[in-house]
């Protein structure tokens, strides 16, 4: 018996904590007893060690000698990959936006003619899709610009996951990403009427620092409007994922609005962090973190999480598995009928692998076959604690750095300095 090769250790006072990156699971040992631990292991065959040390066999702590951990990764990732319960679908109902925030992603695109007869072949296409797929849930996203500019879109569809389920049995999740600007009590009566689950608004941190960064066209701040409509969410039951975009220049300002933010609604509350993300599209407006910054603020933000009492329960910060174009049932479609993979290179034609106006069984074909340029590891990674999270790196960052998809692109700096030990940090 061996420990494991994704285990992270560190030592806290008179325990030693134990990560592990392949299970995301999490344990703390006294020190002297996981000394003792560490010697018993290697005199005791699996079996023995399956009924001594159940718990830390079955969570992935201690494996069997004749364990290739490198192969394990590969068939945990490929699981992840082709999955087939769920399938996952984020719909932009529009490339209309009604803020005009400096660093999208997105750019700022000009709306293309999205009638409704294109609305009734998108819907067409994503029953032959889901019926095909032989999903038992839909995880269904709308996405923008802003899809709440498109409220008879959404109305639309919501009645068709509807028809899905009742003739199908296929039940879906709706989610909606939205800035929150639009929503108002009409607005969320009817998100009841429609079964939509749950939403993700982005605020910035406190009001002066989010009206700086998110504001209107014609640059008018939308924090209160936003917040406002965000605790009427929430004390009407929807479930809410809070995302915070953070740089340099406001992650304190995050951590402000952490602390004020109503106590009563904190464990009502998922917490998301992203860090700015540069694409074509942006790149020119967006400050990009070094490493040692970004691990240093990852840590600090999700620090703060457990000093004010957040809902810890969510996997948001942990990021299980591969993103979504790296998963087989998962697809983008855009308004214009295009279907992408990576939801940062909307628009881009190189994340393109057809349009709803295709041949269903040949968008599915290529929906099976992307990304399968195999990752060429170099022998390090093999045996590297950070492999589950890194997974040989994001391809759209290597496509728009010109950089060879199939190589590694590590990470591990900010994996370890900033994730793994932010989530020790909070988890402990």
Not at 83 to 104: A, H
Not at 214 to 223: A, C, E, P, Q
Not at 396 to 403: D, F, L, M, W
């Amino acid at each position: 018996m061996k420990f494991s090769v994704f285990n992270y250790e560190k030592t806290l006072d008179n325990n030693v904590i134990i990560f592990n990156t392949l299970t995301r699971s999490i344990i703390s040992i006294e020190r002297g007893e996981y000394y003792q631990l560490k010697e018993n292991i290697k005199k005791i065959n699996y079996h023995t060690a399956k009924k001594k040390y159940k718990d830390l066999c079955e969570l992935g702590f201690i494996v069997d000698d004749d364990i290739d951990e490198f192969l394990l990764y590969k068939y945990w990732l490929n699981k992840q990959k082709w999955q087939n319960e769920y399938f996952i679908v984020t719909f932009l109902t529009t490339y209309n936006c009604n803020f005009k925030c400096p660093y999208c992603y997105e750019g700022f695109k000009k709306e293309k003619n999205y009638k409704n007869m294109e609305l009734d072949k998108m819907l067409q296409f994503l029953e032959n899709v889901i019926i095909k797929s032989r999903c038992r849930v839909i995880d269904f996203n709308f996405f923008g610009g802003e899809p709440l500019l498109e409220m008879k879109t959404i109305e639309k569809v919501c009645m068709f996951l509807c028809y899905i389920e009742n003739n199908f049995g296929i039940r879906s999740l709706v989610n909606i990403v939205t800035n929150g600007y639009l929503i108002d009590e009409k607005m969320i009566e009817n998100f009841k009427k429609l079964n939509i689950n749950s939403f993700q608004i982005t605020i910035d941190g406190i009001e002066r620092c989010h009206d700086e960064r998110r504001f209107l066209h014609d640059g008018s701040g939308t924090f209160k409007k936003i917040y406002n409509n965000l605790l009427m969410l929430i004390d009407n039951g929807f479930e809410i994922v809070i995302n915070m975009n953070f740089d340099k220049y406001n992650y304190r300002s995050i951590i402000k609005f952490l602390d004020i933010f109503p106590k009563k609604y904190r464990n009502k509350v998922y917490i998301k962090f992203n860090s700015l993300i540069s694409t074509e599209n942006n790149i020119s407006r967006v400050h990009k973190l070094k490493p040692d910054e970004l691990a240093i603020i990852y840590k600090t933000l999700l620090k703060s999480l457990k000093i004010y009492g957040y809902n810890k329960e969510n996997d948001e910060f942990i990021g299980y598995g591969p993103c979504l174009a790296n998963r087989k049932n998962s697809i983008i479609i855009e308004p214009n009928g295009n279907i992408s993979k990576c939801i940062y290179g909307i628009g881009s034609d190189k994340f393109i692998i057809g349009n709803i106006k295709d041949d269903t069984d040949m968008i599915l074909l290529k929906l099976y076959s992307y990304d399968e340029d195999e990752i060429e590891y170099e022998e390090r990674c093999k045996t590297c604690t950070f492999l589950p999270f890194c997974m040989g790196g994001c391809k759209r960052e290597k496509i728009e750095n010109k950089y060879d998809i199939n190589k590694v692109l590590c990470k591990k700096e900010e994996i370890q300095n900033g994730i793994v030990e932010g989530i020790i940090q909070l988890c402990t």
